[in-house]
């Protein structure tokens, strides 16, 4: 029968972590198996100091000797120690990374007699959090750092202790890329963005700078360099990167020639900090002005620069401004779950309050699409969306969703995915309340990608819309592969559905096949009954328009849900 001391050897010698138990001199009168390395076998490690164990095992001196003062620590602390280590032993081509234990050890009288460290192998869990980091803060396409670094890195600087900051922006977008996505497709417009990256990186390796470039998305990339004073050699580098582009990108069955505007901005501060939102909205305004003046040029941002028209800059600018002072808000339309007569979800529509004037979409966003102000908005009716969700289901008495509505800018963006995973993240709410909303003609410039981003999002239980159905060219057939949960038909349907036959056959055929395909259908712009009662009559599965409701701001969709209204009334066929 095995003794008690047996039991205990034969558990330390079949565990993966190592460990070595040291006496009150501090060294070795234990080893478990785990510890044997290159055929040394623990014995001759026993009666070894920490520093003369961990060299004989390969540990540099400078990491032998930390370990040997935090060994000390805790025998005069005689408190436990944990710590992480990134080592590289002798004879090794990669790093790994270990937790260490240290734990004082007592008798059962209380009597201390030594410590115990154990050591765990976290190299793999390292890893793979590493490659997380790195997927996180590089874009998938180009390799390159993306958005967030770009943010994060400029962030660190201007929150630095340096009392004089100095560094060039330069945001270039291509010019005409649209058209070569258009024509040749997104793969050879992917081959074309790695080769641009490519070559602007070339570009900055043969200048002595500290700098870094980072791919925005689309066609956009920014290039940052650190303490460049002379305004002559900031110029210089703008030129060098416009004469790199008038040699062709050799593609794998294309030679393209393309050009680049470029915004500049030169930011420099003494002891005060500009917002960074502001700053890179400078070299974007550069940018743009660039490409007014006929592209293939760069301009250098200074105060009361103009930008495509006086009026669209003007109106940029407030826009800024109106983001900055939380003048941009939400208002609300309640969407009518047809079997149950009550509300299940909510559209979310941007407004802008200027200066008590209340702007429709319309007719301020299409200005403002390529600008970096365009996706800070985005960003921000994410965060409202979220902002409902939370605070709706908080009051109702079922799931209610909120839908917001994507630009192509936004549902083609690479950072889509990971904004709605950190507002998720942040409101610590499911993206399955979520519901996107694309318009038809979006998803059919490139049913493709278009079906590729749509997977990913119904992966992660975000609801997809596919919006103003029947306006394009495109079917359901064209979709059937794609996870669609909803088709909203466009009201211009809906206004005449009970007197154009034209109308009527064709929301008909669009709900009969979304119920073949088991796709719901939602229709907007319900202004009477009769339109209520025919689309029930075709089993329409929600409704939505003025009848019901007119969008209304948080408050008032609040007190509505918390009431829990029934429509039924509205649906029987009795009402006068």
């Not at 003046?293 to 401004?321: A, C, P, Q, S």
Request: negative net charge; proline residues 2%; hydrophobic residues 40%.
């Amino acid at each position: 029968m095995l003794s008690q001391e047996d039991i205990v050897q034969n558990i330390l010698d079949n565990i993966s972590n190592e460990v070595v138990l040291y006496d009150l001199n501090k060294k070795i009168i234990y080893l478990n198996e785990t510890v044997e390395k290159d055929s040394i076998k623990r014995e001759n490690y026993i009666g070894k100091t920490e520093l003369e164990f961990s060299l004989l095992i390969g540990v540099n001196q400078k990491i032998a000797e930390k370990r040997s003062k935090k060994l000390d620590e805790v025998f005069e602390k005689k408190e436990k120690l944990i710590f992480e280590e990134k080592i590289k032993l002798s004879g090794e081509t990669e790093n790994i990374f270990l937790t260490q234990e240290l734990i004082p050890i007592y008798k059962r009288s209380n009597e201390f007699i030594g410590v115990l460290r154990k050591t765990t192998d976290i190299t793999q869990n390292r890893k793979i959090e590493l490659e997380f980091e790195y997927m996180a803060f590089h874009d998938s396409l180009t390799g390159l750092p993306n958005r967030r670094f770009l943010y994060k890195e400029l962030e660190n600087y201007l929150n630095s202790d340096l009392i004089k900051k100095r560094f060039s922006i330069y945001l270039l977008d291509l010019d005409r890329f649209k058209a070569i996505n258009d024509t040749l497709g997104h793969v050879v417009g992917d081959e074309l963005i790695r080769s641009v990256a490519g070559r602007i990186i070339n570009l900055i390796s043969k200048n002595d700078y500290k700098a870094f470039v980072s791919r925005l998305g689309g066609d956009e990339f920014v290039i940052v360099i650190f303490d460049l004073v002379d305004e002559k050699l900031l110029e210089g580098f703008a030129s060098q990167i416009i004469n790199s582009f008038k040699n062709p990108f050799n593609l794998v069955n294309h030679e393209l020639f393309i050009t680049t505007s470029i915004g500049v901005y030169n930011f420099i501060s003494e002891g005060k900090n500009e917002d960074l939102d502001s700053i890179i909205h400078k070299a974007d305004v550069a940018m743009y002005n660039a490409k007014e003046f006929g592209r293939n040029k760069y301009r250098i941002f200074y105060e009361g620069m103009r930008t495509k028209t006086e009026n669209v800059f003007v109106l940029e600018t407030k826009m800024y401004r109106a983001y900055k002072k939380n003048e941009f808000f939400m208002v609300y339309q309640p969407k009518i779950d047809v079997k149950t007569k009550k509300i299940r979800s909510v559209e979310s529509l941007l407004r802008w309050n200027n200066d008590g004037e209340i702007i429709l979409p319309k007719d301020f966003l299409s200005g403002i699409e390529d600008t970096e102000l365009f996706i800070l908005i985005g960003k921000k009716i994410l965060d409202f969306a979220y902002e409902a969700i939370y605070k709706l289901n908080l009051v109702s008495k079922s799931d209610i969703r909120v839908s917001i509505n994507l630009s192509e800018n936004q549902f083609f963006d690479e950072e889509l995915l990971p904004n709605i995973l950190d507002t998720s993240s942040k409101y610590n709410i499911s993206p399955y309340l979520l519901e996107i909303e694309v318009n038809e003609n979006i998803i059919m410039k490139n049913i493709r990608v278009s079906s590729d981003i749509i997977n990913r999002l119904h992966n992660i239980g975000v609801r997809i819309a596919i919006d103003n159905f029947g306006s394009g060219s495109s079917s359901l057939g064209k979709l059937k592969n794609t996870p669609i949960d909803i088709i909203n038909i466009d009201k211009s349907f809906i206004r005449n559905i009970t007197d154009n036959y034209q109308d009527a056959a064709i929301t008909g055929a669009i709900i009969s096949m979304a119920q073949r395909l088991n796709v719901k259908v939602n229709a907007e712009g319900i202004e009477n009954r009769d339109q209520l009662l025919f689309l029930n009559y075709l089993k329409c599965d929600y409704m939505q328009g003025y009848l019901f409701s007119y969008p209304m701001n948080y408050k008032e969709i609040e007190k509505l849900i918390i009431s829990d209204p029934e429509f039924s009334n509205l649906f029987s066929e009795d009402e006068n």
